[in-house]
């Protein structure tokens, strides 16, 4: 089992740009067989 604690600072990535849907291609690529997401507590 592999677990990946992300946390994404609200979209914002190491170049700086936001882009959830880049992060969520990454989380998908990482986790071949299956994942489990969260929100942080506050997050709509």
């Known amino acids: ?7 994404i600072q609200w979209g914002r990535g190491v170049d700086g740009r936001v882009d959830l849907a880049r992060i969520v291609r990454e989380a998908k690529s990482l986790c071949s067989t299956s994942c489990a997401y969260r929100k942080s507590p506050g997050i709509s």
């Open 1 to 7: 089992m592999r677990l990946v604690d992300w946390n």
